[in-house]
């Protein structure tokens, strides 16, 4: 391995602007080209500020406290929008869904101490699903740091590992220049959250030095091509299978590579699955889709890439849940792997062709090196065949309960395609993913690696301001969410009442944390041990306390009406849907087991 | 899924396609026969590779920022690579630390820790250094001093030096590749030793190979370059 492992960094001790060749058409550089220089500043705060005008961010989610006044002080009278948030999470979960919907980082803000580690949880989610996304958190003045001064917490300690790279402020004549960079720096290449901790007296310190011109680090920002006999080799593959398939992961939206990945697709015939983060990067009434694959993905989608030969996986980093056990992913597949980060080559399944770069160049590279079309006519039959023995069903007997698919599928009916979906995490975000027909990249907002339980309620939030932001205010944001979810974070249907946003939530309420009663009747002989709430607020009521339109679901017929009400209305509305407690979500791939194997009824796992 | 007429007014009608509890179990569908390892890799059944770990020295050049070793070994302990030591020295180059760490790791599991190093900010070049390069440790070693002519002896065997000779005990300081400590303390155990500090190996490349990938050593105060 030593012999391929040169993994260096272009050394710039010059400290030259100028970005690697063949990255200067990259979208931010454009943007440079119209960033207006940072105005005068005179302190530290207004440096940070200035270098956040700069590099155009419009809004920042936050909530004041102590060390971060005086950064606060200086958005008063900034261009730059800010949505005081109930809590730092919901901070941290608005930023990173703005960045989702908008493709541009969010941002986020908290003070020291709790105000930082309160955004813990919503930095590890944009983590785990590499989303671009700045935090800036008060610290303590810097001659206290250390002593455990009053809300003083080591955020550079703490956030270390759930950041792309965090940054500790050491003056305010450098402040400015610092977070420019971080900023940048959580663009560049593979997108993650950065962090610029704040002591108080970096930003309260006066300084006249304007921040400079922004970039990532040297090093930072990848060769966006893949190299072209890699290329070469895996067209070669490509011609040749008989059984193709592509995978596009959530690297194909962060990208902005959806149309070439369609290209690709529809150029040579290949069937097309894709990752949960990959929802919208393909037409999923596309003849060639074959939906999502993984623990809840489709059955057509879990045999098709169990009986492929070629997987052609972009943007996507094999996370477990996707392939279940590796013994039996693809077991039988050359696999093309494009990714802009090396460290995803071969880390979970071996790349037989690792095709290093930009997810669209890589498929624009692709489409153009391939010379015909694989010979996969019967293979496209079986997986429409597939498609035919295993539909996505439920069933709707008189004697049970209103089933939650059916409040999914009545939403999607009610709006536009390009609707805007939140979810939390568990039965109804697997819902929400399976019986929503997604077409457009962005449409799918989620918590996926960190699976964070209350991540839709402010998520809606940060969507909501995105698409106004983008000037798609009559955009529809609708918000699935579990009863369980919404109880963690539903506090921020305040911020959506008092900045008047127009989000409608979807409680599927059965009572239970679902996904866990679900697997204790699969795993544990029906022992609900905390799972089962034997009491629940009514959340109609909660919504009209907090100013919010609430309505109640109990019956088939009166969805339709709830729903057109909801979304009808201008401004946020829940909708608490009562439905069976006992419905479980299927298919389903027991953890660590053969996709291939996915189970169809409850007494096969 | 969408786009079934669901009427208005108690349960909609029956959706004509297989219900979920009517479709094949797994049982009834074909499965392959390929297999993957642990690594990914796909089995030839015939010749099966697996992978053996094994010891391996890598070198990187680090930015000497505060929290740059908190970084890397936050790195090796999260994603549970299997380390034997690491070390941290200045370079030639103000502002730049060599970081070199002993690791027992697969072929894969090597290339990840160095993908990953690599992915750090402060992290300039990594890699690992080739099998015969020059590794040294050191060694401060306390022992009874109650024979101390044979002490003498066998830290001369060993090309020690005595640092500290006291009424009690006398403290030796060993240089030298790991085997060769390794021994030297096998022989000092019959005098009874009280204290050991070790340091585990530092190592640099032979002759005109860089240490780290594409390192050019400068004199001091000199920018090391680097090729990409």
Known sequence: MSDTAAHTREDDPEGSEEPPEGVDDAAHATEADETPAAGPVSTGAESVVAALEAAGAETAFGVQGGAIMPVYDALYSSSIDHVTMAHEQGAAHAADAYGVVSGEPGLCLATSGPGATNLVTGIADADMDSDAMLALTGQVPTEFVGNDAFQETDTIGVTRPITKHNYFASGADTV??????????????????????LPKDVTQDETDRTPGPASPPAGTDPDPNADADAVEAAARTIEAA?????????????A?????????????????????????????DDDLSLSWAGMHGTGYANMAITHTDCLIAVGTRFDDRLTGGIDTFAPEAEVVHVDIDPAEISKNVYADHALIGDAGRVLDQLTAAVREAPDAESWRERCAEWKETYPLTYSTPEDEPLKPQFVVEAFDEATDDDTIVTTGVGQHQMWASQFWTYTE?????????????????????????????????????????????????????????????????????????????????????????????????????LAEAFGALGLRVDDYDEVAPAVEEALDYDGPAVIDFHVDPEENVLPMVPSGGANGKFATAEDQL | MSGDSHASGGAPEADSRPAPGEQPGPDERTHPEGRRNLEGIRIDPVVEAEHESRRAVISAL????????????????????????????????????????????????????????AKLKPVISVGEVAGDAVTSELVLLKVRGDDPAAVQAVTEMYDGRTVDAGPETITVELTGHKSAIDNAIGAFERFGIVEIARTGPTALARGNTPTAPGEKPGTAGEPTTHDS
């Open chain 2, 62 to 117: 680090v930015e000497d920022e505060p929290g740059v070793l908190a970084r890397v070994s936050g790195l090796v302990s999260r994603r549970q690579f299997n380390i034997e030591s690491l070390t941290v020295g200045p370079t030639t180059v103000e502002g730049h630390s060599r970081i070199t760490m002993v690791v027992e790791e697969t072929d894969p599991g090597i290339d990840q820790i160095e993908k990953q190093m």
């Open chain 1, 256 to 284: 902005e590579a959806s149309d070439a990945a369609r290209t690709f697709a529809r150029t040579y015939g290949i069937p097309v699955t894709t990752t949960m983060p990959g929802i919208g990067s393909f037409p999923e």
């Open chain 1, 441 to 541: 990249p962005r449409t799918w907002v989620s918590s996926h690696g960190l699976g964070t339980m209350g991540y839709g309620v402010p998520a809606a939030v940060g969507a909501r301001v995105a698409a106004n932001n983008m000037g798609e205010p009559d955009r529809d944001v609708v918000c699935f969410d579990g009863d369980g979810s919404f109880l963690m974070t539903m506090q921020e249907l305040s911020v959506a009442v008092r900045e008047d946003l127009d989000i409608t939530i979807a409680v599927l309420n059965n009572e239970y944390i679902g996904m866990v009663r679900q697997w204790q009747d699969a795993f544990y002989e029906g022992r609900h041990m905390a799972s089962d709430y034997t009491w629940m607020p009514e959340f109609d009521k």
């Open chain 1, 242 to 254: 008989e059984r193709p398939l592509c995978l596009f992961g959530g690297g194909v939206i962060k």
């Open chain 1, 176 to 197: 400015g220049d610092t977070v420019g960079e971080a900023f940048e720096l959580s663009r560049a290449g593979r997108p993650g959250p950065t962090l610029v901790d």
